[in-house]
């Protein structure tokens, strides 16, 4: 599974975000807790993630890190705290309560995410499950479609033109006609990534993106990832389990336990880090 | 004051036939979460099978003595929830048993699908017009015993409970106490862990739409001996209103049913007096919809967490 | 390297002369796609193109010789100029049924207010109803004639409006609903609508806003029971035609100019960025907002616009007829469309179409046909078609349970009935069984010897390790799907 040659320059092109200019923090999350009922899911966590860094959040099963996905793109409101995204805040309280923004007004910010367990539209063909993820930022609107007006055309020219761009470079473009739920499990993880692409994000959300790949494909996705940051000038936000690849790519690493953050620091600090070794195994085996 | 009053007593009339109906709305969607479009019209059957039976075998007027009168109506009570109860059963195993992994709005319109059939079998065989029976019952006002004569309150009304309220009070034992009861609960909560539990699945929901369905034909039998006359779209209004009762009361939960059917029994009977039968259909709607729109859970709560 | 570059041509050229370039390219390569249409999906052309041929001769040929050959040799099934109109109309309502229905995944159960209201804006607009006013604009009407009237190129415009107005209002509280709840919510605005143009034909209110006054007594504002009549029929000057139910075939193909609008509108937010969104908001609502998808507007539009298309069946239906009133609104009536929809093919605009034309000519030709014969032969035999119901009704539940999809179905539809559900449950299935296989076995592994824990938290090793196995692609055939 080769992804195109590495290297060479980011092109000049409408599909990567402006030069980041302002905040250095890209996102800033201050004592966010989540709470179902009596369960703390998430609890009083501070969480930054620095402009065009990539940085992983581990933990063991049920430590609350999907939760916390979720309530950086607005699915879930936060009981309480902050969470500000390239300094416009994505929960505010509005008369006297919690609201989050709704994700769809999120993802038009510039959030962009895959899924756990792939959540692509299965009856859709690969290209269209991508040209999906531009719609956000598309300004057609429906008497346009319903004439086809040359805006709307033009408009629609364009949208195909990326979207076959992002195809070839998660390299699926033989198979944008392809229903995505036909495709193989690794094409179906790339285009998850390429649909998340298209919505033009300045941040991505990867919810275990290497789960039941093998030790080359893994390698191939973590390189990819490198390249996302550096040619797409993206930032990345990882959930993993695979240790080689949170080690291997990370600039920082953040570990929850029970909702709680446990450690952080770059990935030797926190390999070294007792607690850390103690979450994943219990007591005494930080003696060990 | 006396029109108060007179119009809460016949919305309770209503309201606990409402009752019996709403409870096999509440029971289905509890288990399968299916709007059983076709039960007010099972409802209707029932009524139809009464009317049979007790104009065409027992040929009961108001000359029939008081103990034949009883002994009758409590057989055709018994037949006619039978008959219905198997009538429930066998739609529930022809037209949504088939569907259960279909997306979910298939079952739905399936529904509305054998909710024509019945209404135009009725239609078959009854004909389009107004059946009606005569009044079986004396018409004295049960009152006036305490010599009150603006107030009435009839033997009919005094049926209705009578009847209804002994069967509520039975399905509610048989649901908390019973093991059949307890899986009935347990398949509404989580299908897939219940089968892994033991439970029969099929079993419980065939049994959920039998109870349903003799509920719904008791309730057939109590109406036609309230109002005397049945005709093959009565489904559609007291289907409308018992629907309402239970989303009303809390879609899922029986206490809410009972407790939504007594309200829209009420609203019913304030409509009908003080506004216009026309518009009462139009209002329970509107009820239907506010509470959809507003307050989804309804009353009481619902039992099943909703799965949006 | 990937580019990720965009070009910068302009395949259409800018503005009006733009489009209608396009426009024109559209128009003239008809041939050429009418051939690509038949070598791709032949039986589905052909059999296309057979109906198109019949309903436009159809007029021809039935007064040529079919009524005469129905008259003396055997009596045929014809449907007359009315039925066929109807097919029209209906045709109408059924392809914004599927919008709403087939695109979004909505069920509209009371798509008939849509009907209703879009009749009574033309009973309001073109008739003299309100007789105490006289507007007489452009219509075929001597001026100082009371009520209002407008022509019906105005009236289609705004039935549009109204319909489709009340259909954002209807739905800005309710497409949150999840799907069974919507239903019934939209059954009970589908009852409401009628009753209320059934009940207001005498309102007395006098509100008093400041020195505003309003007030009327006894003002009859929707004719009650009884409706609205006589209303303008649809006409043309130049031609002077008017296309009223005495009027033969040439309201059929007043009718037919609208259904095509209707299909080309359809087909064109079909293939566009706002179809694409339908599709997905049905696949995964939940995915598509977080792609970006703005869900609920998504919905509304879809049940607006659905709404809008009733708007203008209803308007073409009451200056068809003449006349209007709340009997001709009943759920039935949603009901009738609905399983025009299923029956053709949800999803499916060319399917719905045939099953409109299909399902008005079996309850209004079919069916009383064989009521007619059977009469003859065994007259104490019920009539077919008063319990037309019955066999819809039996229709609904058979289609349920064995072609969900339809008869021409949409690919994606199909799929979608055709387990797609259960499969996902399998994979989700699978998933657990990985995922808790995966963990007991890491578990085992480090209790027989913890310090594994600590080599995996180092580097990523240099060297290729046949580690775990890989996930097994499950390729199923791909489809092309154009």
């Given amino acids: 599974m080769s992804l195109g040659e590495p290297g060479g320059q980011p092109a000049a092109n409408t599909l990567v975000p402006a030069a980041p200019v302002g905040d250095d ?264 | 004051m006396d029109q108060v009053i007179q119009t809460f007593i016949i919305g309770l009339s209503n309201g606990l036939i409402f009752a019996l109906v709403a409870l096999g709305y509440t029971l289905v969607y509890g288990i399968i979460e299916l709007i059983n479009f076709a039960h007010g019209d099972l409802f209707m059957i029932g009524s139809m099978i009464a009317l049979a039976q007790i104009a065409g075998i027992w040929h009961l007027s108001s000359a029939t003595s008081p103990l034949v009168l009883v002994g009758v109506i409590v057989l055709v009570i018994a037949v006619t929830m039978v008959i219905t109860a198997a009538i429930n059963v066998t739609i529930e195993r022809v037209a949504y048993r088939p569907l259960r992994n279909a997306p979910k709005l298939a079952p739905l319109i399936s529904a509305i699908g054998m909710s024509y059939v019945l209404q135009n079998i009725a239609n078959l065989i009854a004909g389009p017009a107004n059946k009606s029976i005569d009044n079986l019952f004396p018409t004295t006002n049960l009152l006036s015993v305490f010599g009150i004569t603006t107030i009435t309150v009839t033997f009919q009304q005094v049926f209705v409970a009578i009847v209804t309220i002994p069967l509520l009070i039975a399905l509610s034992w048989f649901v908390d106490r019973t093991r059949q009861g307890r899986a009935m609960r347990a398949t509404a909560q989580d299908p897939d862990t219940a089968g892994l539990m033991g439970v029969d699945v099929n079993r419980t929901i065939a049994l959920t739409f039998l109870i349903g369905g003799a509920l719904a034909g008791a309730a057939g039998v109590v109406q036609i001996l309230y109002n005397n006359v049945t005709v093959y779209n009565l489904g559609f209004r007291f289907g409308l209103n018992a629907f309402t009762s239970a989303v009303l009361g809390g879609i899922g939960n029986l206490n809410g049913a009972v407790v939504g059917a007594l309200v829209l029994g009420q609203i019913n009977a304030y409509s009908d007096r003080y506004l216009s039968a026309n518009w009462t259909n139009a209002i329970v709607f509107g009820v239907l919809i506010a509470v959809l729109v507003f307050k989804p859970t309804g009353l009481l709560g619902q039992q099943l967490a909703d799965r949006a | 390297m990937t580019t990720l570059t965009v070009k910068d041509e302009d395949p259409y050229g800018h503005g009006i002369g733009g489009w209608l370039s396009h426009v024109g390219e559209v128009v003239f390569g008809i041939p050429d796609t009418y051939r690509r249409e038949l070598k791709l999906h032949r039986r589905r052309t052909i059999s296309l193109t057979v109906l198109v041929v019949l309903l436009v001769t159809y007029p021809v040929l039935n007064s040529a010789f079919l009524a005469a050959f129905s008259r003396n040799v055997f009596p045929l099934p014809l449907p007359d100029d009315t039925v066929v109109t109807f097919m029209m109309i209906f045709g109408i309502m059924a392809i914004g049924l599927n919008i709403v229905a087939g695109f979004a995944g909505l069920l509209d159960l009371g798509y008939v207010a849509f009907y209703a209201l879009g009749a009574y804006t033309a009973a309001f607009l073109a008739s003299s109803h309100w007789d105490s006013i006289s507007i007489v604009f452009l219509a075929n009407v001597t001026p100082g004639f009371p009520g209002i009237h407008l022509p019906f190129w105005i009236i289609v415009p705004m039935a549009i409006l109204v319909a489709g107005t009340f259909g954002a209002l209807l739905g800005a509280p309710t ?105 997905a908001i049905r696949e995964d609502e939940l995915a598509a907002e977080m792609m970006g998808v703005n869900t609920l507007r998504t919905k509304l539009l879809a049940f607006a616009l659905g709404a809008s298309f009733a708007g203008v069946a209803g308007s073409l239906q009451a200056s068809y007829l003449g006349a209007t009133t709340s009997d001709f609104f009943t759920f039935s009536t949603s009901i009738l469309v609905l399983i025009m929809v299923i029956l053709g093919g949800i999803g499916n605009i060319w399917g719905v179409l045939l099953g409109a034309i299909a399902l008005v000519y079996v309850d209004k030709t079919f069916l009383p046909y064989v009521g007619q014969q059977l009469q003859q032969i065994a007259p104490t035999l019920p009539n077919p078609a008063q319990f037309n119901f019955l066999f819809f009704g039996l229709i609904l539940v058979a289609m349920m349970r064995f072609r969900p999809e339809g008869f021409l179905p949409n690919r994606q539809r199909a799929a979608e009935f055709a387990g797609a559900h259960t499969q996902a449950d399998v994979e989700a299935k699978v998933d657990e069984i990985v995922a808790v296989d995966a963990v007991a076995e890491v578990e085992a592994a480090i209790a027989e010897d913890p310090s594994i824990i600590l080599d995996n938290l180092g580097p990523p090793p240099g060297q290729a390790e046949a580690s775990g196995d890989a996930r097994a692609p499950e390729t199923i055939d791909e489809e092309r799907d154009l």
């Fill in chain 1, 25 to 288: 923090l890209l996102i800033r999350s201050r004592a966010v807790t989540k709470r179902f009922g009596g369960l703390v899911a998430v609890n009083s966590v501070d969480f930054d993630i620095p402009r065009g860094s990539i940085v992983s959040l581990i933990g063991p099963n049920g430590a609350g890190k999907t939760t916390f996905f979720n309530m950086i793109t607005g699915f879930y409101t936060p009981t309480s705290g902050e969470i500000v995204f390239d300094g416009r805040p994505i929960v505010f309280k509005q008369r006297n309560r919690l609201k989050s923004l709704r994700p769809h007004e999120v993802a038009a910010l510039g959030i962009g995410r895959t899924f756990q367990n792939i959540r692509l539209f299965g009856t859709m063909t690969a290209l269209d499950n991508v040209r999906l993820g531009a719609n956000v930022h598309l300004k057609s609107r429906w008497w346009d479609a319903a004439l086809r007006t040359p805006g709307m055309l033009r408009e629609e020219a364009e949208n195909r033109e990326s979207a076959m761009a992002l195809l070839r470079l998660v390299n699926l473009e033989d198979r944008a006609h392809a229903w995505a739920r036909s495709l193989p499990y690794g094409d179906q993880r790339r285009l998850e990534i390429a649909r998340a692409l298209a919505t033009r994000p300045k941040l991505l959300l990867l919810d275990e993106p290497t789960a039941g790949m093998n030790a080359s494909e893994t390698r191939d996705m973590t390189s990819f990832i490198r390249r996302l940051r550096s040619e797409l000038n993206l930032t990345v936000l990882l959930i993993e389990h695979d240790m080689r690849v949170v080690m291997g790519i990370s600039d920082r690493v953040t570990v929850l336990d029970y909702g709680t953050v446990i450690a952080e620091g770059t990935p030797d600090e926190v390999r070294r880090n007792p607690k850390v070794i103690e979450a994943y195994l219990g007591r005494g085996a930080a003696d060990t």
């Fill in chain 3, 175 to 279: 497409l949150r609903l999840r799907g069974d709840y919507l239903a019934i919510v939209t059954l009970g605005f589908g009852e409401i609508v009628p009753v209320v143009f059934r009940n207001l034909a005498d309102v007395t209110f006098d509100f008093h806003i400041g020195p505003i006054t309003i007030a009327a007594q006894h003002l009859n504002l929707t004719g009650g029971p009884l409706g609205i009549n006589p209303i303008d029929a649809p006409f043309l000057p130049f031609a002077n035609l008017t296309f009223n139910a005495s009027a033969g075939y040439a309201p059929v193909y007043l009718g037919l100019f609208l259904l095509l609008i209707a299909i080309l509108f359809a087909r064109n937010l079909e293939r566009s960025r706002i179809g694409r969104a339908w599709m």
